[in-house]
């Protein structure tokens, strides 16, 4: 079935350091990856998402890439802040069943 | 963005009741509802996918006579925890897509989340 695996499970890193969680995925009719910030008991916000057609985008100091011949797609965030640090989920969607599958998770923290 | 509400937003219940969870697409119709589960720490797990009209459609390990879903109209779907344990406490998102306003490939919107406690 679809899987989506994301590493690593925890990053911490210095104010202004970069910082970067992988995903891979599992079912190649995956078409949309979003990444999703959580805060504590609140519901996932999209901060950037990626269709299979793009290979890379950018915003702000957010950005993600996406290889699709090895079911990779990568989050970068630059310049961290403190209020960057949370649980990141990474997602893959397949356009034939609609489900939108989670990796399990990565808490960043970023130092000040 | 497209809104989804959730309500209630916390419920502590006895075990062996039912609880229902209300999910609706405030400003948009949602002919496709998912719901998950998210245990502490853990990531979302997709428990079943709530269609308009129609039966739900279950992941694998999901028991849909614990978890009862019905999607009424295009607007709200419901979740029922019946005879609840408290291994069932978590706490349980539901999303929807606004399909028709803004194509295939479009995000996914979440409702703010229920936390159940089963005592």
């Known amino acids: 079935g679809e899987n989506v695996e994301q590493h690593p499970s925890t990053l911490s890193v210095q104010e202004g350091d970069s910082a970067v969680i992988k995903c891979t995925y599992s079912?190649?009719?995956?078409?949309?990856f979003p990444w999703y910030k959580q805060e504590l008991g609140k519901r996932p916000q999209l901060i950037i998402d990626?269709?299979?057609?793009?290979g890379e985008k950018k915003d702000q100091r957010i950005a993600v890439t996406l290889n699709k011949t090895a079911k990779h797609f990568s989050l970068h965030i630059t310049e961290t802040q403190p209020e960057d640090s949370a649980v990141y989920f990474c997602?893959?969607?397949?356009?034939?069943?609609?489900?939108?599958?989670f990796g399990q998770g990565t808490t960043l923290q970023v130092k000040p | 963005g497209a809104v989804v509400s959730q309500h209630p937003s916390r419920v502590i219940c006895k075990s062996g009741t039912s609880v229902k969870i209300e999910c609706r697409s405030l400003?948009?119709?949602?002919?496709?509802m998912f719901w998950y589960r998210q245990f502490p720490k853990k990531s979302l797990m997709l428990m079943a996918t709530s269609n308009e009209g129609s039966k739900a459609t279950y992941e694998q390990g999901v028991e849909k006579d614990k978890f009862l879903i019905n999607h009424a109209s295009l607007t709200l779907s419901t979740l029922t925890v019946t005879s609840a344990h408290p291994e069932d406490s978590s706490f349980y998102i539901c999303?929807?897509?606004?399909?028709?306003?803004?194509?295939?490939?479009?995000?996914?919107?979440f409702g703010p989340g229920t936390r159940l406690t089963v005592l």
């Open positions: 997602a893959a969607r397949a356009s034939n069943t609609g489900k939108l599958i």
């Open positions: 079912d190649s009719a995956s078409n949309y």
């Open positions: 400003d948009f119709q949602a002919t496709t």
């Open positions: 990626i269709r299979s057609n793009v």
């Open positions: 999303s929807a897509r606004d399909i028709v306003r803004s194509g295939a490939l479009n995000e996914q919107f």
